[in-house]
């Protein structure tokens, strides 16, 4: 992988798993945005990999969509019972409110984690893990030719 994403799209790749918007087809998925108002689409063929993402489009790092796919196509190692701790966030409205600071959007879910009494060291380890797992991937990532739904597209 070229350019590393942010640590914190992980946590967003556990949501879509968790929250069951992600559908593998053979060679391309479809996510579902946080709040189901957008669909991305991922691809992959011969170890190149593309999605339309707005990260993975605009940004050139592997997006949420783009990880969720790989762990589910065990690339990398899903711990599902971690992943449930991220079901039913809503990523669109916490980075709006962070302003896509999105440490600022995880430290808000840790710290509501937290004072429910989870293990954050535990579920930070296994993000961790991931996280050097990716920089460990031998595939690279390309710009989709499909350029991300816009904010008024509604997921058909």
Not at 29 to 53: L, M, P
Not at 96 to 119: N, P, Q, R, T
Request: charge should be negative; glycine fraction near 4%.
């Amino acid at each position: 992988m070229d350019k590393w994403p942010p640590i914190e799209k992980i946590h967003e790749a556990y949501s879509a798993i968790a929250d069951e918007r992600v559908v593998l087809s053979e060679g391309t998925a479809k996510v579902a945005s946080s709040n189901r108002a957008k669909e991305y689409t991922v691809t992959w063929r011969d170890g190149f990999y593309t999605s339309n993402d707005n990260a993975s489009y605009w940004q050139g790092y592997a997006g949420y969509p783009m990880i969720a796919v790989l762990l589910l196509q065990e690339k990398l190692t899903l711990n599902r019972s971690v992943a449930a701790y991220f079901t039913g966030i809503n990523w669109t409205e916490l980075n709006a409110k962070y302003k896509s600071k999105f440490a600022k959007a995880v430290a808000e879910i840790m710290d509501g984690l937290k004072e429910e009494g989870v293990d954050c060291i535990a579920i930070d380890n296994e993000i961790n893990a991931v996280y050097e797992q990716i920089k460990q991937l031998d595939i690279q990532t390309k710009r989709s030719s499909v350029k991300p739904p816009k904010s008024n597209d509604k997921e058909q």
